[in-house]
Structures are given as structure tokens and as C-alpha cells.
């Protein structure tokens, strides 16, 4: 039977990000996701050194790293705004695209929203929205992604430019003839959702990042009951983990964090310096767990408590298993150089709380665990050795970033600190991923955000139509 849905994938395909998924059926149309690809983003810029500041198209469309979206007539959706180092400009013809869903706040998977034209309907998860807003809001860079963020046209205020829309779980939504649920899964940020989509001519779900290994598994397991109950007529899968599993859980990482820490402390060290990224607030919270049984003092750096602060004043706290730690109560504030205007208002919102400057990592007086969003440099303040540093961030890094890892460990080896990793993935392992594609029993498996497609081929032919994609080829999804 001919069908009119067809799937596009305009990222993600044969690597880990830069997602984006064109889904259209009689000319109704959604875009999943406008993810960073930063294996290419490495191509032609070398961040904070070189980045793209000045023009949409010449160094954002020309470089591919802007995906041209377009539809399987081959019609060319005119979706971003033009920018050439001065005013921004809406672009002057329609788009038969006016829905745009993001299945989670991360960069490979938002990235770009910011350069979209400013009457499209831009729909996230409430959380996504406040952790996605909160990153934007405290960059200190002047990229075009981040400049465009705001509407340049209100010289004296900050606003932003676009209006986002925010969905939560069990929501129906309708964009045309298409209808979109969205469902949380477990990821390693909260608020991280999978899709399902409804055309007229086929029922198609998509998983954005998602694992069985974290505090919110049931979600995820949740998600899978619901995917197996009707069959789809085609699955889009991340992979991230496919080729290669490792034996963790967040459960893991805290006692594993627990028992480093605690014989670090025992051997006379004071300081531990832990790297995390700034949205993964399931991490955060296991490290203060252990902080708090440690008797020992936690500070974070401003870009940390800008994001547990706006949790804490929105309603949203309340869904989130754990809760923040609490300014003041619970954590300290640590400050380096000049405050920028949000940092200022943020201190400014909490009186009387704690800050710290460099000598509390220099010469601290207690016991001290400091979460840190970034690389610690070492060079503006250094602490004692034998200081503890612990990498709990991603293990994959982009094309390039190996030398730099390498600087880093050389720079924190020099003045004797002592390193560790501990973290758990935020992508389904290899077992999980088949268990969960074997009990939805998809009539069409398409994986994405995998560097081995082949490896889903190889494992699903015989009981599913398993499709290699191409970038910019639209697949064809019958029922
Ligand atoms: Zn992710």
C-alpha cells in the first residue's frame, strides 16, 4: 500500500547528535528536535577561540552545521532567521512547518532552536524549558546561537525572542492532522521526553536519549508498556551505547563517589573538586547526599545555583525525585573575578548566604566538596595536592577534544591532584536497548544518534524492517 508519512533525518545519522527529524503526511509536518552536531561544529571552529558570531548563512547554513530542512517534495522550509552582525530578519515568505518539538534541553538535541524563525510554535517539557533558558541565560560567550536567544530589538531589557511552549507528560497535543504525546523517560537531565506521533497514515515513536540505569527508570519502562500496547508502524531509536556497554548506575556512582571521597578525606585531604554538568541535577543531588553524610561543606559555582535557584521558585521542584539542594541551607556559593548581571541578582535574591572566593580552594579551612560546572583551571587557583578531582561527566568526546582532555589531565597531574571518573552513561546499554525494541516489536526500527546503524541491521532484520538512514533521504513509513 502507497503511504504519505514519511520520516527525514537531517542528523543524527551514523553519529552521536545533532538530531533533527523532519515528520510529515499530507503536508501536516513536525520537526523533532534541532540538535548541535559537534563533530562537525569542530570542523570549522575551535570554541572559545573561534566560534560563529556574525552571520546565519555564511557560517552557520554554509557549513552545514544549520541543517536546510526540507520537505520530501524537496520544497526548501525557510525556518531560521537571517542575521549579518547587525539586526536580526524574519524571513519573508511562510513555512508550511509550524511545529517544532525538542525532546530535551541538551545541545546536540537544542542546540539551534535559537536560530528559528520567531513564529513557529517551539514546544518543550516545562523543565527542559527552565534548564534550556538557565544555559542560555548564563553563558558568557557571544555565539550566534546565544545571541539570537534574545530579542535584539529591546536594546534596554533582556527578553528573549521566542515564545517556547511548554508540554508535559500524558499531553495530547495537535499540530495539523498530526497529534503528539510526549512521555518522560530517564535520562541524565530531567525533564528528558520520547515522542509518540499519530499521522493519518501511520504511528510512529521516536526516543529522543533515554536509559533504564537511572532514578527515573520507571519512566522509561513506563514508556516502553505503552509503546508495546499498539504496534508502531515505525520506531526512531537512539543508539548512543549499541556497540558498547559499561556496567553502571547512578546508584553506583553516588556509593563508588561515597567511598573515594571518604578515604580521601581520611588520608588528610580537604578538597574535593567534582566536574558535572550544570543540568545533570540527579548527579548533583548525589554528590550533596554525600557531601551531607561526609559533615563536609559544599559549595557550587554560580552557574550550578542558577539553575537549582529558578527550580526552587518554579513549581516544578515538586516532580523531581530528589529535589535540590537548597541555597544556603544546603550549599554555598563560589565566585571567581567579576560577576556578571545575573550572578549579581542571584546573590543579590539571597542575602546572607555563604559565598566563597578562591581560598577556599586554595587553602580551605574544612572539609570541602566544590561542584563545578567546567573544566577547573588550575592556574587561577591552585589547590594543595593531593586535592581530589572527579570527572563525572560524559566519556564521549567530539573529534579534537582528545588533545584538549589530554591538556587538562596534564595540568591537574602537575600540581599533584589526584583524578578520578565516575559516571554512569545517560543512553540505554546495549542489553536494554535490544529488551526494549524486542518487547515494542516495531514494523520499522530506524536508529539514530548511533555510530553503528549497521549493528541494529544486523541484530533486528530478521524480525523487522530495519532501515539504514541517510541524511536529507525522507524514508517512506506504510502501515
Ligand atoms: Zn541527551
Known sequence: MTSDCYVTLFGGVGKIGGNSILVED????????????????GRFFQFPFTMPTRSVQKELIKTGLLPEIKTSKRQNLSLYVE??????????????LQHVFISHP???????????RSDLN??????????????????????????????????????????????????NIEADRLKINPHSVDHSVPGAYGFVVESPSARIAYTGDFRF????????????????????DALIVEGTNMNFGRIGSEERVERDAFGVIEKSFRLGNKLIIVEVKSSDIDRINAFARVAKSLDSTI???????????????????????????????????????????????????????????????????KKTILIDSGRFNVFD??????????????????????????????????????????????HASPLDLIEFINEVRPRMLVPIHTEHPEAFHEIFKDNMNVIIPEKNLPITVSS
Open 26 to 41: 499530507k503536508g501536516s509536518m513536525i520537526l523533532l528536535d534541532l540538535g548541535k552536531d559537534f563533530d562537525r561544529y
Open 106 to 116: 541538551h545541545l546536540d538535541h537544542s542546540g539551534f532552536v535559537t536560530l528559528l
Open 213 to 232: 540505569h537511572g532514578p527515573a527508570q520507571d519512566l522509561s519502562e513506563k514508556f516502553k508498556e505503552e509503546l508495546g500496547e499498539d504496534r508502531l
Open 299 to 365: 559549595i557550587v559555582t554560580t552557574r550550578v545555583a542558577y539553575i537549582l535557584d529558578k527550580i526552587e521558585l518554579s513549581e516544578l521542584k515538586a516532580r523531581l525525585k530528589y529535589g535540590v539542594p537548597k541555597l544556603k541551607d544546603d550549599v554555598r556559593v563560589f565566585t571567581k573575578g567579576r560577576l556578571t548581571k545575573w550572578e549579581k541578582e542571584l546573590l543579590d535574591r539571597h542575602q546572607g548566604m555563604e559565598v566563597l572566593d578562591a581560598k577556599a580552594i586554595t587553602s580551605p579551612e
Open 381 to 426: 587557583a591552585t589547590p594543595q595536592k593531593g586535592s581530589l578531582y572527579i570527572q563525572s561527566v560524559s566519556e564521549h568526546l567530539s573529534e579534537g577534544e582528545e588533545h584538549e582532555e589530554e591538556r587538562f589531565l596534564n595540568s591537574l597531574a602537575l600540581y599533584g591532584l589526584v583524578v578520578y571518573r565516575l559516571h554512569s552513561s545517560g
Open 122 to 171: 517551539i514546544n518543550m517539557g516545562s523543565m527542559a524549558e527552565l534548564i534550556f533558558s538557565s544555559n542560555v541565560e548564563t553563558r558568557r560567550d557571544v555565539t550566534l546561537e546565544n545571541k539570537l536567544y534574545w530579542d535584539l530589538t529591546k536594546k534596554d531589557e533582556c527578553k528573549p525572542r521566542q515564545k517556547i511552549l511548554k508540554f508535559h507528560d500524558g499531553m
Open 83 to 96: 542575521y549579518e552582525g547587525s539586526e536580526v530578519k524574519e524571513p519573508s515568505t511562510g513555512c508550511p
